[in-house]
């Protein structure tokens, strides 16, 4: 059994653990609010945007790849984590996510990570990266989502890669963050057969579509990438917040054990020295 010196020393450590982790709780809600109203914010646009690509889509005909695709023979795929950890399975399940779909589209899969826990990952695991991107994932800016947008909209138009994927965590709550994938490229056109005739465009296109189109995607692919970027803080800062909370409320769990367990062992020590007093003077009155 521990001593009560030992045990006092525990108590020590787990109280400035505690208060460690209440900082970060702390920091984390003040970044959380911040995060969560600019999702608020942007998440209108981006639907808009996809719907307006949705649109464009039913109105283009030929066939672009972009649009309509074209032979699958390698998929690349985007993965969005944080730089840091203290987060809970916020990584982890975006990265066994992604594994799950490299299974199921191309192990060989061209590999884009966002984030350094996504980039220890994959390196660990001997994956190569075609592009890295570090620095910015708990308060990402459009410039970051432009950059990463038009790397993966030029692996495809440069023929690198057929397919692209983008995995990210979908904000849903603070405690609950949903791993998404989302094929960014090719664009495909609804299919004409589901609710054929229910679809009226009231929007002219000058020249074509198909030119709008070919300048839309782009914009279309950094506002996908924008909005998972964004949804990907707002989660980060609330599962932080989250796993932060947990173990403030663990460690002063753990302090009341050990000062309960201090107790008993300075109770004891007390008790042990009284009973030795107390034979100590019954053995010199018998002698």
């Not at 460690?251 to 050990?258: K, T």
Request: proline share 3%.
């Amino acid at each position: 059994m521990a001593s009560a010196r030992d045990l006092q020393r525990q108590i020590n450590t787990v109280k400035n653990q505690a208060r460690v982790f209440s900082a970060l709780q702390t920091v984390s809600s003040v970044k959380f609010r911040k995060a969560e109203a600019r999702v608020k914010r942007a998440r209108p646009y981006a639907e808009n945007v996809e719907q307006m690509m949705r649109d464009v889509a039913r109105n283009a005909s030929g066939d672009l790849p972009l649009l309509t695709g074209r032979e699958v023979s390698r998929v690349a795929v985007c993965t969005l984590t944080a730089d840091r950890g203290l987060a809970g399975g916020f990584n982890a399940q975006v990265l066994r996510r992604t594994v799950r779909l490299r299974e199921e589209k191309d192990p060989d899969a061209l590999q884009v990570a966002s984030g350094r826990k996504a980039v220890a990952f994959f390196r660990f695991r001997r994956v190569e990266l075609a592009e890295v991107f570090t620095g910015f994932t708990d308060n990402p800016a459009y410039e970051n989502a432009r950059e990463i947008g038009r790397t993966l909209t030029r692996l495809f138009d440069e023929e690198e890669a057929d397919e692209v994927y983008l995995v990210y965590n979908r904000f849903e709550s603070v405690l609950n963050q949903r791993p998404v994938v989302t094929r960014l490229l090719p664009v495909t056109r609804e299919d004409e057969d589901e609710d054929e005739g229910n679809h009226t465009s009231y929007m002219a296109y000058v020249p074509d579509a198909e030119t709008v189109l070919k300048r839309l995607v782009p914009r279309y692919v950094e506002t996908m990438v924008w909005q998972a970027l964004l949804e990907g803080a707002a989660g980060e800062h609330g599962a932080r917040m989250t796993a932060m909370k947990n173990a403030t409320d663990n460690a002063n769990d753990m302090v009341r054990d050990l000062t309960l367990a201090m107790n008993k062992a300075r109770q004891a020590q007390i008790t042990q020295e009284i009973l030795e007093i107390v034979g100590g003077a019954e053995a010199l009155s018998a002698g």
